[in-house]
């Protein structure tokens, strides 16, 4: 088995070009690894097989339409049944910071995902009695002056939402919460093994292992849908 890897590091104005080269190399498949990614490839091919390694909310984002039997070329995992998780995670991080009464969301503006995940944690925090800071990163370059702001708003907690390019980035997020003294909930396991306090969600290094079995299967024949 060949395996073909490409990295965008961090930069979704090149997941097109990197799809369409791995078209041009007439693979069997596509895996991808982000919401961002499986769109990309949606949009550049109808007949490769796609599996999401990792999707925010392949249901609610349009990806698929439905999780039990998805249709054309495209089948895999994804992290949440809905945005409503969102507001699941703002009560655990109140819980885990009490007295914390702003709250920073770190999110990405090209998450197509973090639209709906921000309305649901704004009638969360109603509830709560948190007053929110939502701070935007679309590249590694903008984390620096998100974090920058967050001192700057006197914020007392942190909630990462879900995306890839966090994920890439999360050793470095971690360490900029350590240095800002924010209480920081994440969306995946692996911030918490990067050092971070505390996470609501799924284990990547557990979804790509089930999301290799579906490309088992597509090699052996089977089709997406199945």
Request: aromatic share 6%; net charge neutral; proline share 5%.
């Amino acid at each position: 088995m060949l395996i073909e890897i490409r990295f965008a590091e961090g930069k979704v104005d090149q997941f097109p070009a990197l799809i369409a080269e791995l078209i041009r190399l007439n693979v069997d498949v596509i895996v991808t690894t982000s919401s961002a990614t499986t769109w990309a490839a949606k949009d550049a091919t109808k007949s490769i097989p796609i599996v999401m390694a990792a999707s925010a909310n392949a249901l609610g984002e349009g990806l698929v339409t439905s999780l039990a039997h998805p249709d054309g070329n495209i089948t895999g995992m994804t992290f949440l049944a809905g945005p409503e998780i969102a507001g699941k995670q703002l009560q655990l991080l109140k819980e885990v910071a009490p007295t914390a009464s702003r709250v920073a969301v770190l999110t990405n503006p090209t998450n197509k995902s973090h639209a709906a995940f921000a309305r649901e944690l704004k009638v969360a925090a109603r509830s709560l009695g948190a007053q929110l800071q939502v701070l935007e990163a679309p590249n590694p370059d903008q984390l620096d002056s998100a974090f920058a702001a967050m001192t700057r708003e006197r914020v007392a907690a942190l909630l990462v939402l879900t995306d890839s390019m966090f994920v890439g980035q999360q050793q470095w997020i971690v360490d900029l919460a350590a240095k800002s003294r924010l209480p920081a909930l994440y969306s995946q396991r692996e911030f918490v093994d990067a050092g971070g306090l505390a996470s609501y969600g799924p284990g990547l290094s557990d979804m790509f292992r089930r999301a290799a079995t579906h490309v088992d299967k597509i090699l052996r024949g089977a089709k997406p849908g199945d």
